[in-house]
C-alpha cells in the first residue's frame, strides 16, 4: 500500500496541489460542502458534486461532522475504503481516500483460516478422545451440525441389514438409530458408502431427500451435502448436511472444509472401529488362556486363584486346569505349571501347552509318560522356554480323597493336614522341555475330611516385599500361613494365601502367580449359596 502525506500540500489558495493526490481525494470545508475532487474521486462518488453538501458515502459525512475524527474506513460501492483526514489551513479537510478492498479480504480469510484451523484441531481431539464407535459417530454428528450446517446425520457400514446412524438436529438433539430407507434412492449416497469422491452438492435436489433422511420438525431441506468419511484402507461411513431453506448450496470451499473434517472423523472412526474388531479378537482368544472357574469335581472340592506378573494384565506364563474324570481318564486331573517368562509370549505358549495336555488325557493314569510326551512335544517345537508342572489326580473313597501327585521340576505340593501340620508331597521330577530325557517321581497322598493340598508357583515363594521391601516371602513363611487352614474349605485356603502375599509385595513388583488347593469335603457342608438359590447340604 502506498503512503499517504501526513499534512497536504496546499497551494497559495489552500487549495490541495493534484501532484501531491496519489489517490482520490475529496476536500470539504468546515459546513460539510464539497469543495475540490481530486485524482479518481470524481469516478469513485458521482453523487459528489462541488459546492453541495456530501450525502454518499454516509461514513464519510459522519466522519467529517465529528471533529478530531482520525482515520475512518467503510464500504464504497462493491469496495471498501478508509479515509484518512488532513486539516487545511482554511479550515477544511482534505480526505484521502486509500482502497483497503483486497488487504481487508485477505485479513478476513486469514481470521476465516484460523477459526477452521482451531475448529479442526479441536474436533481432532474431541474425536480422539474416545475409542468407542457410537461415541465417534456422535462426536462427528454433533460438530458438523454446530458448525458445518443445520443438521448432520453420520452413518456407519456395517455387515448387518440395516446401517447404523446418528442424528444431530438442529436443535443439538443426538438420536441414534438406523437406515429405514434405501441408500439407492439419495444421489451420491451410495457411492459415498463405498469410499467415492463426494457428489458436488449443486447437482443434489433437496427436494428428493426422503423422510428418514430428515430430522423430526427440520422444516424444508434447502440443500443438502454428503461426504464419505475415509478410514484406513475401507471407508469408515458417510457425513450428511442440511441447511434449512432459503438457504443457499454450499460453496466449493464449504465442501472442501467439510472434506478436511470428515477425513478426520473418518479416521477416529475407523481407529475405533478397529479397536472394537481387536478387542473382540483378543475376547475371543483369551477366552482359551484364562485360569478356569473352579467348583466340586466327584464330591472333591477345588479352589484357584491367579494374578499376573502386570495388574494390567489378563494372563501371563502361570495356569492351572481341573480336568473331570471320564471314560478315558478315570481320575479328575488337575495340572498346574509356571511357563518361563512373562506376558502375553508366555501366555501363547501356556495356552499350547495346556491344549497338549488335553489331548493327553487318555494317558492321565501314567503320569511319567504324560509328562515324557509332553517333554518331546514342547523340545520338538519353535519355542525355546521351558516349563515345570505339577499334576495331581484325584478319587473318591468313602469320605476320603485319594491324590497322585507328579511334579515335574517344580516346587512339591503341600498338605494341610487336620490338626495344622503341613507336609510336603514326596514328589520331584525334570523340568519339561530341555533335556531329551526326563525323570518323575510320584507320590500318593490320602486326604481326610477337611484336609487340603495346596499347588502353587514361585510366583507365591519368591514375592518380594515385607518391612524391607525386598524380602522373599519364602516357603516357611508359606508354611506358617497354612497352619490356621486346618479344616478351611479350598477356597478360603487360596484366598489367605492370596491375601497374605499381596500384603507382603504391596507396590511393589512381582512375577505371576498361581494358587491351586484340593480339599476333601467335611461330611456335610453347605454349597450352592450365592445370595439368592438357597443352599444344599452334601456329603
Not at 517368562?341 to 488325557?361: C, D, F, P, S
Not at 505339577?390 to 493336614?417: K, N, W, Y
Not at 514375592?463 to 500361613?481: K, Q
Not at 497354612?482 to 484366598?495: K, R, S, Y
Amino acid at each position: 500500500m502506498s503512503a499517504f502525506p501526513e499534512s497536504a500540500h496546499t497551494d497559495a489558495t489552500g487549495v490541495v496541489s493534484t501532484i501531491a493526490a496519489p489517490f482520490p481525494v475529496v476536500v470539504m470545508d468546515a459546513a460539510g460542502r464539497v469543495t475540490e475532487l481530486h485524482g479518481a474521486a470524481d469516478a469513485l462518488l458521482p453523487g459528489a458534486r462541488v459546492g453541495a453538501a456530501l450525502s454518499s458515502p454516509g461514513w464519510l459525512a459522519a466522519a467529517h461532522r465529528t471533529p478530531g475524527t482520525g482515520p475512518v474506513s467503510g464500504a464504497v460501492g462493491e469496495a471498501y475504503f478508509s479515509a484518512h483526514p488532513c486539516e487545511l489551513s482554511d479550515g477544511g479537510t482534505a480526505w484521502w481516500l486509500v482502497e483497503e478492498t483486497a488487504h481487508r479480504t485477505a485479513v478476513r480469510e486469514l481470521a476465516a483460516e484460523r477459526e477452521r484451523t482451531r475448529f479442526l484441531s479441536e474436533a481432532s481431539s474431541a474425536l480422539l478422545a474416545s475409542l468407542n464407535l457410537e461415541r465417534c459417530m456422535e462426536v462427528t454428528a454433533r460438530l458438523a451440525a454446530e458448525h458445518l450446517a443445520d443438521a448432520a446425520l453420520v452413518i456407519s457400514p456395517t455387515s448387518a441389514k440395516k446401517l447404523p446412524m446418528v442424528v444431530c438436529d438442529q436443535h443439538g438433539r443426538l438420536v441414534h438409530g438406523t437406515v429405514s430407507g434405501a441408500v439407492q434412492g439419495v444421489p451420491g449416497l451410495p457411492e459415498a458408502l463405498r469410499g467415492f469422491p463426494p457428489v458436488p452438492s449443486r447437482w443434489i435436489d433437496p427436494a428428493t431427500a426422503p423422510d428418514w433422511l430428515v430430522p423430526e420438525g427440520f422444516g424444508e431441506v434447502g440443500s443438502l451435502a454428503i461426504t464419505p468419511l475415509p478410514g484406513h484402507g475401507v471407508p469408515a461411513g458417510v457425513l450428511i448436511l442440511l441447511r434449512r431453506a432459503p438457504q443457499t448450496a454450499f460453496s466449493k470451499s464449504e465442501e472442501a472444509f467439510a472434506g478436511l473434517f470428515a477425513a478426520r472423523a473418518g479416521a477416529a472412526m475407523s481407529a475405533a472401529r478397529l479397536y472394537a474388531e481387536q478387542n473382540t479378537i483378543t475376547d475371543t482368544l483369551m477366552r482359551d488362556l484364562l485360569p478356569p472357574a473352579l467348583r466340586h469335581v466327584e464330591g472333591v472340592e477345588f479352589a484357584g486363584g491367579y494374578r499376573a506378573s502386570v495388574d494390567t494384565d489378563r494372563v501371563g506364563g502361570d495356569f492351572y486346569d481341573v480336568h473331570p474324570a471320564s471314560e478315558d481318564c478315570p481320575d479328575s486331573l488337575t495340572v498346574l505349571g509356571d511357563v518361563a517368562g512373562k506376558g502375553l509370549e508366555a501366555a501363547v505358549l501356556t495356552g499350547k501347552i495346556r491344549n497338549t495336555l488335553q489331548a493327553l488325557l487318555p494317558m492321565a493314569g501314567d503320569h511319567g509318560q504324560m509328562l515324557r510326551l509332553l517333554n518331546n512335544a514342547l523340545r520338538n517345537g519353535h519355542s525355546t522356554r521351558f516349563v515345570t508342572l505339577v499334576l495331581a489326580s484325584a478319587r473318591r473313597e468313602d469320605r476320603d480323597v485319594v491324590l497322585r501327585l507328579t511334579a515335574a521340576g517344580h516346587s512339591p505340593p503341600l498338605i494341610v493336614r487336620q490338626d495344622g501340620a503341613v507336609e510336603e508331597a514326596d514328589t520331584g521330577g525334570t523340568l519339561i522341555g530341555v533335556l531329551p530325557r526326563i525323570t518323575t517321581r510320584t507320590a500318593e497322598v490320602r486326604l481326610a475330611p477337611g484336609e487340603t493340598c495346596l499347588l502353587y508357583t514361585d510366583g507365591v515363594t519368591e514375592a518380594r516385599g515385607g518391612p524391607l521391601g525386598d524380602t522373599m516371602f519364602g516357603e516357611e513363611r508359606l508354611r506358617r500361613a497354612l497352619l490356621d487352614c486346618a479344616g478351611l474349605p479350598a477356597q478360603a485356603v487360596v484366598e489367605r494365601v492370596q491375601m497374605l502375599v499381596d500384603e507382603w509385595i504391596g507396590d511393589g513388583r512381582h512375577d505371576d502367580i498361581a494358587v491351586l488347593a484340593i480339599t476333601a469335603p467335611r461330611g456335610a457342608h453347605l454349597s450352592a449359596v450365592d445370595g439368592t438359590t438357597a443352599g444344599r447340604y452334601t456329603a
